[in-house]
Nanobody, 120 residues
């Protein structure tokens, strides 16, 4: 059974940093692309960042470019999202997802999410 477990969320002031982690089990992690998504209250879920199986390809939504960094450690079955210069508009539940193909993450496996709240 595939499980994705996110951690690292919390309350932080604007301008601060957080690092999210997502540990995967039940799949061959090194064969899966991974991604981070977020959903704020009253808004649709949006893709934040993606990384291919080897880590050599990354993609970011425009609003986080230069502030967020996605990375992975295949030896630890873990994907990370380093979030710097956080803004109140980054407040959301953050989810990680896994799929064999980076373009199809929305159709893959999902974690339960971790809350990130940025105060002004």
């Amino acid at each position: 059974q595939v499980q994705l477990v996110e951690s690292g969320g919390g309350l932080v002031q604007a301008g601060g940093s957080l690092r999210l982690s997502c540990v995967a089990s039940g799949l061959t992690f090194s064969r899966y692309a991974m991604g981070w998504f977020r959903q704020a209250p009253g808004k649709e879920r949006e893709s934040v960042a993606r990384i291919n199986w080897g880590g050599g390809v990354t993609e970011y939504t425009d609003s986080v470019k230069g502030r967020f960094t996605i990375s992975r450690d295949n030896a630890k079955n873990t994907v990370y999202l380093q979030m710097n210069s956080l803004k109140p508009e980054d407040t959301a539940v953050y989810y990680c997802a896994a799929h064999s193909f980076i373009a199809m993450l929305e159709s893959g496996y999902w974690g339960q999410g971790t809350q990130v709240t940025v105060s002004s």
